[in-house]
């Protein structure tokens, strides 16, 4: 069975990567597993590194998915 | 079974982030003003203790040096933000909502939530110097609408009791996360007892001022200790003191869990 999709959070700023939406627009598709993501990939907003990232079993509030999207 | 931590104040990350040079962008204020940070847990280069505690992530003990001394204007996400003045005046400009700029004097606090996405700014206007205590939750959700509250705990009128600053207490502010901030100030010798919600949740005790005996373990100025497990805790302080509690949630979180592992020691049965 697949390994269910994981969210991230950056413990520099609380930005959060979530393996389902991706980061279509910083190269990452919909789908990009966290360890597909590069070892030197930082945090978009702030320039924390990947390994300063925390998993987190979260849902979204009310809404928030759509706004992740297109964060 | 309980379990606990002490961590003395000398044991804390120590940084110093100057207004010029590297980090001239993030940090504001004249040439030569700085911000001298003691962090209680893991955070930014700071990366040699526990990196966290439940919900927190941050429990960082901050003064800003010098005129204009501060955080530029930066992005957050997700993240629930407290500040608690100790000292001097913060001024806090933040996008919650419409937007607003605040000014905090010893005994007010905030709390923002960064949810959705927001920017803050964090300043000391004025050349005395600015001490305030930032607590740093991880959120119930991701994405929450952008929030921004903020009260005045009165150092004279509240003494000698736990006084709830944040959570679901009257008059507390709200959080959206299992979570308390409470905070006890006195000016005579007493004996006090804390009681977490259930003895799952932890609870960080962090002597500011003074020195508190907490469940037997005697902690000075800035030393602090986390427990879990524990039905009450008993405190029994000198006489002028000043204590804060953070009870939270326990999550189970790899992170945390490892570096305990890792640092068995640390965790005291």
Known sequence: METPLTRWLCL????????????????????????DV????VCPDCGTPKSQFEMVEMGYADGGADLARIA | MTKSFVLRSGERGHDVIYSDGSASSYVAGHPGSFIARESSFNFHQY????????????FGDEVFNGAGCGYNMHPHHNFIICA??????????NTAGRGMVDQLRQGDYYVFSAGSGGKHCELSISPENMNAIYLWLMPGQLYLP???????FDIRTRRNRI???VGDADGALPVAQDLRVSRLVTDRAGR???TPRTPEHGVYVFVVDGGATVNEV????????????????????????????????????????????????????
């Open chain 1, 12 to 35: 520099g700023c609380g930005f959060s990567y979530d393996e389902a939406l991706g980061l279509p627009e910083h190269g990452l598709p919909p789908g990009t597993r966290w360890t």
């Open chain 1, 38 to 41: 590069p070892d030197d990939w």
């Open chain 2, 47 to 58: 990366q040699g203790g526990r990196p966290g505690f439940g919900t927190i992530r941050v």
């Open chain 2, 84 to 93: 608690f003045v100790l000292e001097g005046e913060l001024t806090h400009i």
């Open chain 2, 146 to 152: 952008p929030s921004y509250h903020r009260a005045h």
């Open chain 2, 163 to 165: 006084v709830q600053l």
């Open chain 2, 192 to 194: 006090f007892t804390y």
């Open chain 2, 218 to 269: 005697a902690l000075a100025r800035r030393d602090s200790m986390g427990i879990t497990g524990a039905g009450a805790l008993a405190l029994d302080v000198p006489d002028s003191s000043d204590v804060f509690f953070v009870e939270t949630a326990m999550l189970d979180d790899a992170r945390i869990r490892a570096w305990e592992k890792a640092h068995g020691a640390d965790l005291i049965d």
